[in-house]
Structures are given as C-alpha cells and as structure tokens.
C-alpha cells in the first residue's frame, strides 16, 4: 500500500525562528508533491507544488525534494503565529495525504 | 469567485438516515474528489471522478455511492448512515486528474450520526 507519511506533532517553534516539517512517501514514481495549509474549522488551501529535484522557494516558504531518499520537506523562515496550522503533504499520483503536522509558532 | 460549494455545512443524522452531499465547481475543472477527515488521519479519499461520465473508487469507498451529474457537480450519498460515518467531508476539484497544479478544496460539511 502506498503511504505518505508525516510526523503529526505538534510542532512548537519561537516566532521568526524556522520551522521544519517532513514528509516521506513510498512509491517510488511519485513525480508531483504538494504541500497544503490547514487552519483549524477550515479546508485545505495550496500553499506549494514541487516536482523537480531540489529546491524551491515562495517568499517566506521553501519545498525540498530528494526523490532518491524519498521525502519531501517545507521550511518556513521567520516563523509567524499566523503560520499556526496543520501543514498536510500530498502526493499527485494516487490523490494520498499524509496526516498532517501541527505546527504551532509562539509569540 | 465561488469556486467549490459545498451544502450542507452541517448535518446531524440518525443511524440508518439516508442523505446526499452536494458539490458544485465553477472553475470548468474535468476531475471532482470526496474526501473524509477524521482527528489524526488526515484526508482520506472516498470517490473522484476523473472527467464527465466516469466515477471511481479511491481509499475508503464502503457505504457511500457517488453521482458525476454534470461537469459542475459531483454529489456524494450515505444510504444509510452509520456513527462510524461522522467525519467532515471535503469535496475538491482540479482541472485534471493527475494535476501538476494541486486541488481546490470546498468549506468542507460536518456530519455527525448519532
């Protein structure tokens, strides 16, 4: 069964420090990632897509793949309260999350 | 921009109730998805349609049937709800399926059976 897996927190960094979150999946054809934000009593909203090896940054966020170890990862720089959430990874090829990290950033 | 609807946002039924959840997008996107999410479990995935006049099976299909009415809506039944059934449901649609650009999630319908 392929899986995607993630650490489920929670997560607790100081504000403006940077925080990590991981995620590992298991099918090796995986070509697409996602990663996706969730606050509490909310949908999921798209924050970053990676497909190639490396990284890429959007602002204050940074998704980095090694397909050959099989992880993907989202650091977020100068953490902010209002990054607290539930950071979901997904992967395209069978529509599968992983369960989520909480992350919460305190003041 | 609406982009996904979902009615209704909650919803509490009895065991052995029958109800339908609907979903609309405006975005003209071909493939529609039902997830359910349960604390610790992340998004699990029901049905999704790929485009118009196909419906298929995804992680967790038992006790829920799907209908693909048109381009726009993809509604999700429970034929007769069990507690193991509550959960919130989130339905989402992309421009394809498989997507290089992620989904657009609905507000998600809380469903409680008692």
């Known amino acids: 069964q392929k899986e995607v897996e993630q650490n489920s927190g929670p997560l607790s960094v100081p504000e403006g420090a940077i925080a990590s979150l991981n995620c590992t999946y298991s099918?090796?054809?995986?070509?697409?990632f996602f990663w996706y934000r969730q606050y509490s009593g909310k949908s999921p909203e798209l924050i970053m897509f990676?497909?190639?090896?490396g990284d890429k940054e959007d602002g204050r966020f940074t998704a980095q793949l090694n397909k050959a170890s099989q992880y993907v990862s989202l650091l977020i720089r100068d953490s902010q309260p209002s990054d607290s959430a539930t950071y979901l990874c997904?992967?395209?090829?069978?529509?599968?999350f992983g369960a989520g990290t909480r992350l919460t950033v305190k003041p | 921009n609406a982009g996904v609807t979902q009615t209704p946002k909650f919803q509490v039924l009895k065991t052995g109730q029958s109800m339908t959840l609907q979903c609309a997008q405006d975005?003209?996107?071909?493939?529609m998805y039902w997830y359910r999410q349960d604390p610790g479990m992340g998004l699990r995935l029901i049905y999704y349609s790929a485009s118009e006049g196909t419906t298929d099976k995804g992680e967790v299909p038992n006790g829920y049937n799907v209908s693909r009415l048109n381009k726009r809506e993809f509604s999700l039944r429970l034929e007769s709800a069990a507690p193991s059934q509550t959960s919130v449901y989130f339905c989402?649609?992309?421009?394809?399926?498989?997507?290089?650009?992620?989904?657009?999630f609905g507000s998600g319908t809380r469903l409680t059976v008692v």
């Open positions: 099918d090796r054809g995986s070509q697409s």
């Open positions: 990676i497909y190639s090896n």
């Open positions: 975005m003209n996107h071909n493939s």
């Open positions: 997904a992967v395209r090829s069978d529509m599968r």
């Open positions: 989402a649609s992309s421009l394809r399926t498989p997507t290089n650009y992620g989904y657009t």
